[in-house]
């Protein structure tokens, strides 16, 4: 399989919901210091590693992580499975478990191949969306449900964004490596996360939406829009961006 990376979960106040572990094989959890025996009660089976409680922030937690694991996948807490996009209407989409975590470590090393910094699946669970002829991008936005950096980048992390930071990575990574590795033919399904507790659920509402947007622009200027409706699907989020990279 060449060389394995860790697949980090950051998890805040959500120690009995955590749903990723039941859909991606050999995941570890990452929580701060405080919360750490209430998440080892409830998930067992489950690596923890924990961060001080003076981190705080998802974009603080990423950069630690980063920072601790270097090569690493890190991925939502309230995942409910990986799906394929390349569907027939009827068919399952479900991915198992010790797939998805082969997937994982398949694309990890496509990008540690093909000497790309930043690796994620696709954004669109849409099989309408999908192109058969186009099954990766080498460049674009990556999820931010789900990505992964490779060791030695120059990719960091903004603590001025409160919920956006697959935005600034993704600007950030084309600006300094110019291609990044997305696969298109894969996705995640994740809990409704207005309706989830915890995590980054109590932080998201329009203004820090809006809020982002300002810093983002700061950053990469006209590349950066707001979201607008299309004829496949409608803005779901005001104040929501995209990040248009010229190449």
Known sequence: ??????????????????????????????????????????????????????????TAKRQWIYDKFGSV??????????????????????????????????????AIDMNAYLFSFSKNPMPMAYNDLKPYNLTGTVMGGGFGLIENSKIHFNSKLHLNEDYFISGVNAHYHRKCLIDN??????????????????????????????????????????????????VKVEGSRTLRIPF
């Open 1 to 58: 399989m060449g060389k394995e990376i860790k697949i980090v979960i950051p998890s805040h106040l959500r120690h009995d919901r955590v749903t990723t572990t039941k859909a991606i094989d050999n995941c570890v959890l990452c929580v701060s210091e405080s919360q750490a025996a209430l998440y080892k009660e409830y998930n067992r089976k489950t690596e923890i590693v924990t961060h001080p409680d003076s981190l705080i922030g998802i």
């Open 73 to 110: 996948f890190m991925v939502d807490d309230d995942v409910l499975q990986m799906s394929r996009v390349y569907t027939e209407k009827g068919e399952n989409t479900r991915v198992q478990k010790r797939t998805a975590y082969e997937l994982i470590q398949q694309l990890a090393n496509i």
């Open 185 to 234: 033919r894969f996705t995640f399904k994740f809990r409704n996360t207005f309706e989830n507790k915890g995590g980054l659920a109590s932080f998201r509402t329009v203004n820090k939406e809006l809020e982002d947007t300002l810093v983002l622009k700061k950053y990469f200027g006209d590349a950066i829009e707001l979201k607008k409706d299309t004829h496949l699907s409608k």
